[in-house]
């Protein structure tokens, strides 16, 4: 049979579905794979219209008299899958449009970030430079360095989650095809119930697809700022270890340093000794106390 015959009952069950009792979503679903040209703004905006209707439907589903509404035919375990799929649907469609807004934030501040790295042509401080300040910098270079590689690992985990998301997607669509194809043939208030219920499904794994993608993009952003520091703190590195030396304010700092590393030392060994006397202290008394008997 030619596809566009094949697809006719599966419209029909669409156009049956818009035009009937209220489904849970008038547009028809996208598949998760592709992402939204849109502007930023647009999709905001789409995904607040979305989320709206996300939790109206909850909100009728989940709501005393709901499983006295349902079809002959529909149990209350259908009813409870359904919840969950429109709590995770909102729950997806509010995390895209908060990642949508840090995401806002994000490149603002890596717009900042380059603007800093790209206009700094040296130290107002003319050379020679603090030894310790060379220390400085490196401690923060380090620091950059793991946070650069903790956003690395949340982007290939992210990655490896949507990459499973996107494996279930065509299983889902399937299901909502059958479900359409058998609406078409069977127009029953009950297999309507279902094929609403598979599209819910579907749009869900569109979501957490999309919000999924958000995710990895705020973190390429977040990345790309890390990454401009780090840039910025090696330059600086740089000319400040071929202008160094150790002053006499630097070999000061040091021996604040030290002795206030030994008072600790000095103060950690004291609570140890005192912990050590009174574990001693109680077990004597329980050695006394057994030898009584």
């Given at each position: 049979?030619?596809?566009?015959?094949?697809?006719?009952?599966?419209?029909?069950?669409?156009?049956?579905?818009?035009?009937?009792?209220?489904?849970?979503?008038?547009?028809?679903?996208?598949?998760?794979?592709?992402?939204?040209?849109?502007?930023?703004?647009?999709i905001a905006e789409s995904l607040?219209?979305?989320?709206?209707?996300?939790?109206?439907?909850?909100?009728?589903?989940?709501?005393?008299?709901?499983?006295?509404?349902?079809?002959?035919?529909?149990?209350?375990?259908?009813?409870?899958?359904?919840?969950?799929?429109?709590?995770?649907?909102?729950?997806?469609?509010?995390?895209?449009?908060?990642?949508?807004?840090?995401?806002?934030?994000?490149?603002?501040?890596?717009?900042?970030?380059?603007?800093?790295?790209?206009?700094?042509?040296?130290?107002?401080?003319?050379?020679?430079?603090?030894?310790?300040?060379?220390?400085?910098?490196?401690?923060?270079?380090?620091?950059?360095?793991?946070?650069?590689a903790s956003f690395q690992s949340?982007?290939?985990?992210?990655?490896?989650?949507?990459?499973?998301?996107?494996?279930?997607?065509?299983?889902?669509?399937?299901?909502?095809?059958?479900?359409?194809?058998?609406?078409?043939?069977?127009?029953?208030?009950?297999?309507?119930?279902?094929?609403?219920?598979?599209?819910?499904?579907?749009?869900?794994?569109?979501?957490?697809?999309?919000?999924?993608?958000?995710?990895?993009?705020?973190?390429?952003?977040?990345?790309?700022?890390?990454?401009?520091?780090?840039?910025?703190?090696?330059?600086?590195?740089?000319?400040?270890?071929?202008?160094?030396?150790?002053?006499?304010?630097?070999?000061?700092?040091?021996?604040?340093?030290?002795?206030?590393?030994?008072?600790?030392?000095?103060?950690?060994?004291?609570?140890?000794?005192?912990?050590?006397?009174?574990?001693?202290?109680?077990?004597?008394?329980?050695?006394?106390?057994?030898?009584?008997?």
């Open positions: 049979m030619p596809r566009l015959l094949r697809s006719i009952p599966i419209l029909l069950a669409a156009l049956w579905l818009a035009a009937g009792v209220q489904t849970v979503f008038a547009e028809v679903s996208k598949p998760p794979v592709e992402a939204q040209p849109d502007s930023s703004d647009a607040k219209r979305d989320l709206t209707e996300a939790r109206k439907a909850l909100a009728r589903f989940s709501d005393a008299g709901a499983a006295s509404r349902l079809p002959e035919g529909i149990d209350t375990a259908s009813l409870v899958d359904r919840v969950q799929d429109l709590d995770q649907l909102a729950r997806a469609l509010s995390r895209h449009i908060s990642l949508l807004n840090s995401k806002h934030d994000a490149e603002r501040d890596l717009a900042a970030a380059k603007a800093t790295e790209e206009a700094w042509t040296g130290f107002k401080e003319e050379p020679p430079y603090s030894m310790l300040w060379a220390d400085d910098l490196a401690k923060r270079l380090a620091l950059l360095s793991e946070k650069k949340s982007i290939a985990l992210f990655t490896r989650t949507l990459d499973s998301v996107e494996q279930e997607a065509p299983g889902i669509i399937a299901a909502e095809d059958a479900a359409m194809e058998k609406l078409a043939a069977t127009p029953t208030e009950s297999v309507k119930w279902l094929a609403e219920a598979a599209t819910t499904k579907h749009r869900l794994v569109v979501a957490r697809a999309d919000a999924l993608r958000a995710n990895i993009d705020l973190l390429h952003v977040q990345l790309a700022i890390v990454q401009s520091d780090q840039n910025l703190l090696e330059n600086e590195l740089r000319v400040v270890r071929r202008n160094v030396h150790f002053s006499d304010e630097d070999l000061e700092k040091l021996q604040k340093s030290a002795g206030e590393r030994q008072a600790a030392i000095r103060k950690e060994i004291q609570e140890a000794s005192i912990k050590l006397r009174d574990a001693q202290a109680a077990r004597s008394r329980a050695q006394a106390e057994l030898d009584k008997h």
